[in-house]
């Protein structure tokens, strides 16, 4: 009999695993004592360490959006970056959620040349080689011990199989890489001794260790390409082994655009490294045809729509499994994110006349004014707070009011989240770059934005009005 098993979000002070649904359970007395050990022993880990995610905030008071990154600005970001710990463990996907740390750790340093941003980069992704699977760890429900992250366990007919969110590897893998290109892009600092501590003996200079990421990362996408990758159509699909999941339904189709990306960002960075190192001649063209054939499938299955005399898209989130179902906005800016890596590599035929729609989406779809966005790339849903992320200041490229309403939105907040004010940074980078004669529109102008602090005798007589109702 196979049981699912996974870890859900705990309380920080709960020292025992629950399962997702309560009726599962009565399941974990029924488990062979080994198997309750383990999730202990890896519970226990993830308790100890939730990493990642701990990012500091940043006091948007005087911080100007307009004009140069300064060194005052750098300085706010990297006090709130120094909470940051990697995770210990791949469970409930913490690796997979740092990419947007990693991201700004990598803006940051590109933008200030401060090593100290590039040695937090690499004690991240230390971590995340650690928790790999391999040899001598967890095997899959293939039965063999392969290279991925898992995510959890499975257990079927007595033995313990872990599980891993499949194609959410890739987006580990393309962070990996991207580290590993910053580093080696640099033959000093490739043979620079690394300013990180050689915990895992991963090399002990820059180059060794970005060689060790490549060499980690691309076993992932050999697995990946092993048990995914569908050789007459081009197409990677969930493989037959996912049957024995919670959604068989799934096999042998491509998974939803998001997840489709993140494994596609994996396999064009390693490439692209690759070709730096002279690597596998025949293993560049595949993982490059690989997301080719993602980038090709995406702009020839999205719907066109005219809206006010200009070009949007419409999307599903899942065009293989229900292409009638609009892309949501919090993982349409990731698809965004995503595609704008592979417009900027220049590798895959992406031209700014066929990204400028998707800028348009944005401001004649789904913007509703007031820092507020619809629920999906159709314009409707549930009308919500804008959702930052660096996937929709991107298309400021393209529509550069997107910058003016989104840092509007985020300088409406007196703190910012480490990791937003990180990817506002990079924004007012580009901006700054590519627009330096823009003016601001009829929006609330960032400049004049004074925050309005309630005073404590206020904040008390609406408390105590409250309490009287």
Not at 151 to 164: L, M, P, Q
């Amino acid at each position: 009999m196979l049981m699912l098993l996974s870890l859900t979000s705990v309380n920080g002070q709960k020292k025992h695993t629950d399962f997702v649904k309560s009726k599962e359970k009565k399941y974990k007395d029924a488990m062979p004592v080994s198997v309750n050990k383990e999730i202990d022993k890896l519970m226990s880990l993830e308790l100890a360490n939730k990493g990642g995610l701990a990012i500091g905030k940043v006091d948007m008071t005087g911080f100007c959006p307009t004009g140069d990154v300064t060194k005052t600005d750098l300085a706010r970001l990297k006090r709130s970056f120094k909470s940051l710990t990697p995770p210990r463990t791949n469970f409930k996907n913490n690796l997979g959620l740092i990419r947007r740390n990693i991201d700004v750790l990598d803006m940051a340093y590109e933008m200030s040349g401060d090593i100290w941003f590039l040695d937090k980069m690499i004690e991240c992704c230390d971590y995340m080689v650690d928790a790999q699977n391999g040899p001598g760890k967890y095997k899959c429900i293939t039965g063999e011990y392969e290279y991925y992250w898992p995510t959890g366990f499975t257990f079927k007919d007595g033995e313990v199989f872990s599980n891993t969110a499949l194609f959410s590897n890739g987006v580990i893998v393309g962070r990996l890489a991207r580290v590993a290109k910053r580093i080696l892009s640099d033959k000093k600092l490739a043979d620079t001794k690394a300013g990180i501590s050689d915990k895992f003996n991963f090399g002990k200079t820059y180059g060794e260790r970005a060689l060790t990421y490549m060499d980690r990362g691309t076993k992932t996408l050999d697995y990946l390409v092993k048990y995914c990758y569908d050789s007459e159509t081009g197409l990677m699909i969930y493989p037959e082994a996912y049957k024995y999941s919670n959604r068989p339904d799934f096999v042998g189709i491509a998974p939803a655009w998001n997840r489709y990306f993140m494994m596609g960002v994996g396999f064009s960075n390693v490439a692209s490294v690759m070709k730096m190192l002279d690597g596998d001649e025949a293993k560049i063209k595949l993982y490059d045809g690989i997301t080719q054939k993602m980038v090709n499938e995406f702009f020839s299955t999205i719907k066109t729509v005219n809206v006010h005399g200009m070009k949007a898209y419409w999307w599903p989130y899942n065009y293989y499994f229900s292409p009638d179902r609009a892309e949501d906005a919090g993982h349409a800016w990731f698809d965004i994110d995503l595609l704008m890596h592979f417009y900027r590599s220049q590798k895959y035929g992406i031209s700014n006349k066929m990204m400028m729609p998707l800028a348009n989406t944005y401001m004649e779809v789904m913007y509703q004014g007031k820092g507020r966005l619809s629920g999906n790339v159709g314009g409707s849903g549930k009308v919500k707070t804008m959702p930052g992320g660096i996937g929709w200041l991107q298309l400021l490229e393209f529509r550069p009011e997107i910058y003016e309403i989104m840092v509007t939105h985020h300088m409406s907040h007196q703190k910012l989240n480490g990791r937003d004010f990180g990817e506002l940074l990079y924004a007012k980078h580009f901006f700054s770059q590519m627009h330096p004669s823009y003016k601001w529109k009829d929006l609330i102008d960032p400049l004049d934005l004074k925050y309005k602090k309630r005073s404590k005798s206020k904040r008390l007589g609406k408390k105590e009005k409250r309490t009287k109702k």
